[in-house]
């Protein structure tokens, strides 16, 4: 089993959802794409994530996003717990979960660590670009839920950075300013970054948000 690191081609699959069989390379088509696994479901963290989705679903679709997210259990149980979700959670679930019963896509994706548990996946977060490529990967345990309001800062530095010449510094808030890539000379930040730039050392230069008016 490979471990899949950023930059790889996020293997393609074709699975059973609550919304019908995906192939998941064709479904993401020209949009980004968040995957993320649950241990279970009708588990509590489990619930309150998957109506936390929900609600982001129009924050997700701002910035070209597809969410789907898996589960080792079947697709009756998923369709139950899709019930439970919308009334504990005062939403509507709004979209596809996988149902992983062969445990396929969560071996292809490493998704099972033994040494925590041999059955049931980690929460594992996948955010793949329009090229298929693994931009973030990260691993929660499954006591931990996870923080939502970080993933989409997180897409929001990883799709500024993708076209931009610039990284995003500690605790960066879509905004804030910018550092400039060390790559960059002075003239080509002149051209570039029509806001300007502070240079505070040669290796450390900010600069204003670059793709904001």
Not at 10 to 32: K, M, V, Y
Not at 68 to 88: C, K, M, P, Q, Y
Not at 125 to 142: E, H, M, Q, R, S
């Amino acid at each position: 089993m490979a471990t899949i690191r950023l930059g790889d081609e996020a293997p393609n699959f074709s699975a059973q959802t609550t919304e019908g069989e995906i192939n998941f390379h064709e479904w993401l088509g020209d949009s980004w794409g968040v995957l993320f696994s649950h241990p279970a479901d009708y588990t509590p963290v489990c619930t309150t994530e998957l109506g936390a989705t929900s609600k982001y679903k129009k924050e997700f679709e701002k910035r070209n996003v597809k969410v789907l997210a898996l589960s080792v259990d079947g697709l009756e149980s998923h369709r139950g717990w899709i019930v439970d979700i919308n009334e504990t959670q005062n939403t509507t679930v709004n979209f596809p979960i996988i149902a992983d019963e062969d445990r396929k896509v969560s071996t292809l994706y490493d998704m099972i660590h033994p040494n925590a548990d041999s059955k049931l996946t980690v929460r594992s977060v996948f955010v793949i670009g329009p090229d298929k490529k693994v931009k973030l990967t990260i691993t929660y345990p499954a006591s931990t839920g996870r923080n939502f309001d970080e993933l989409l800062r997180v897409i929001d530095s990883l799709q500024l950075t993708a076209y931009s010449k610039v990284a995003t510094p500690v605790n960066w808030q879509y905004g804030e300013d910018c550092v400039i890539l060390p790559a960059v000379s002075n003239d080509e930040a002149n051209e570039l970054f029509s806001k300007g730039f502070e240079e505070i050392r040669p290796y450390l230069r900010i600069t204003p948000q670059p793709n904001l008016n």
